[in-house]
């Protein structure tokens, strides 16, 4: 195994916004009342702006375009992040690994630019970043495996010496189609996913084995 790049998902992952993204979505549908579920959060995950609000008029059928309901989501997004966004266990100690370990790495993230903007600018390893890539950047969401064919293009590596980094199903089925080392690490939000097809199921981004990882690179 030959590590020469790392790619990293950023909801979940790096942020815990999954769990603003449930209460975006327990606001929206209980409006309408209808409850928003993990297994529709699920479906959701990786897909990018008007597919990932598609899956919630599908389930429900709502009556609602996705375009106004994506207004509404962004809406209470903002709102929501203006409170803050907790890093997950080890993020700071993560990054400083990565960056000690001379790897270039970036962000391939499916939030869209605006929120992105709002996010890495809180921390203090933005500048150390590659690349950041952004649902806007891709035509076509995870599981679809574009933003990692694009990271890797980004790192001038292959795909299949690229690190990726990921907490959900369809993140991990998009890194695992792109041909990549693909290491999962599971949240509360994402602990039932399947995660076919990867390297490591991590406990955390503390995980020993993981941070083994780059060194065996």
Same mark, same amino acid.
């Given at each position: 195994?030959? *590590? ?19 209460? %975006? ?11 928003? +579920?993990?297994?529709? =959060? ?26 106004? &309901? ?14 803050? %966004?907790? /890093? ?5 100690? !993560?990054?400083?690994?990565? =960056? ?11 939030s869209r630019r605006?929120?992105?903007?709002? *996010?890495?600018?809180? +921390?203090? !390893? =933005?500048?150390? &970043?590659?690349? %950041? ?23 001038? %590596?292959?795909?299949?010496s690229m690190l ?15 041909? /990549? *080392?693909?290491?999962? *690490? ?19 981004? +503390? ?11």
């Amino acid at each position: 195994m030959t *590590i020469r790049g790392v790619a990293l998902d950023m909801d979940g992952l790096l942020f815990d916004t999954e769990g603003l993204y449930f209460r %975006v979505g327990q606001e929206v549908l209980g409006a309408r009342g209808h409850q928003f +579920t993990s297994a529709l =959060q699920h479906r959701m995950m990786g897909r990018v702006g008007l597919d990932a609000i598609a899956q919630m008029v599908d389930m429900h059928g709502l009556e609602d375009s996705p375009e106004s &309901l994506l207004a509404e989501s962004d809406e209470i997004y903002a709102r929501l992040l203006q409170e803050g %966004v907790p /890093a997950m266990p080890g993020l700071s100690r !993560w990054m400083g690994h990565l =960056q000690s370990s001379g790897l270039p790495h970036g962000v391939a993230t499916s939030s869209r630019r605006r929120f992105v903007d709002v *996010i890495l600018p809180t +921390t203090d !390893w =933005q500048g150390a &970043l590659s690349f %950041v890539l952004c649902g806007d950047d891709v035509k076509h969401g995870k599981p679809h495996p574009e933003i990692y064919l694009r990271a890797a293009e980004q790192l001038g %590596v292959a795909p299949e010496s690229m690190l990726v980094l990921e907490d959900s199903g369809n993140g991990v089925a998009a890194a695992v189609a792109a041909g /990549a *080392i693909v290491v999962a *690490i599971p949240n509360l939000h994402t602990a039932d996913h399947c995660f076919d097809g990867v390297a490591l199921v991590a406990d955390s981004l +503390t995980d020993p084995r993981l941070h083994a990882m780059l060194k065996a690179g």
